[in-house]
């Protein structure tokens, strides 16, 4: 059994999102850590990183952008995370911050307009899932990536955003534009209904657990 933990950071600059990091702790097959950078102190990340075996970063009503003093420290574990080769996955915001790392553009995709709802994305055999898929996805953002940097192939793509999500070409990164980690408490509050909610859940999660189940057959360095 692996000893390592899953560490899930939440760049949320108010609320955080709790539902949605007890919905991944309860499908991780290792244990997890909860990390709250821009609310709490950012110091955690790197106590824990050397017992990780996977990061989530999730969401934020932050640019990648910004000059927070917290980015820096995420920055600085992601950094850490690459060189060891551990499983990444960047979620919305998180999405964005490993492809600016990388090289790659962030922009405003609306006029600084936010957009929020469930959209249709069609993944690649180079995706996540490591198939060939297509569904539903809740969203909820104004930025995205335009450019993807080019260590990185576009593996996810929407009619709404054609950088969706990438895949590195190498090591086992990946990045997802919608929340495929969205609750219902998350969908509710930015308007989504049940029946919208219930199909981009389900294959939302189907995305979710393919991740995790990389922390315990991708091998990473210990050192």
């Keep these: 059994m692996n000893s390592k933990s899953l560490m899930v950071i939440d760049p949320s600059l108010i609320i955080p999102e709790i539902q949605s990091y007890n919905h991944i702790s309860s499908r991780s097959p290792v244990t997890t850590t909860y990390h709250l950078p821009a609310l709490f102190d950012p ?17 934020s009503a932050a640019s990648v952008y910004d000059k927070h003093d917290w980015l820096k420290n995420i920055h600085s574990t992601m950094e850490q995370a690459f060189v060891r080769n ?18 790659g553009t962030i922009d405003l995709l609306w006029n600084d307009e936010k957009k929020k709802g469930a959209r249709t994305v069609v993944l690649n055999s180079h995706s ?27 593996s996810i793509l929407s009619d709404m955003v054609k950088i969706d999500g990438i895949t590195h070409r190498s090591k086992p990164i990946w990045g997802i534009q919608p929340h495929i980690e969205a609750t219902q408490a998350f969908a509710k509050r930015i308007g989504i209904s049940n029946d919208k909610f219930q199909p981009a859940f389900q294959f939302g999660t189907r995305i979710l657990d393919r991740f995790l189940e990389k922390l315990v057959r991708v091998p990473y360095d210990k050192n």
Excluded: K, N, W
Excluded at 86 to 103: D, E, R, S, V
């Design 86 to 103: 551990i499983p990444t996955l960047g979620i919305c915001f998180g999405h964005q911050f490993i492809a600016h790392m990388f090289g």
């Design 43 to 59: 110091r955690s990340m790197d106590i824990v990183i050397g017992e990780t075996c996977g990061i989530i970063l999730m969401g």
């Design 128 to 154: 996540i899932l490591e198939e060939s898929a297509e569904g539903d996805l809740i969203y909820s953002h104004r930025e995205g990536v335009t450019i993807c940097p080019s260590d990185f192939e576009i």
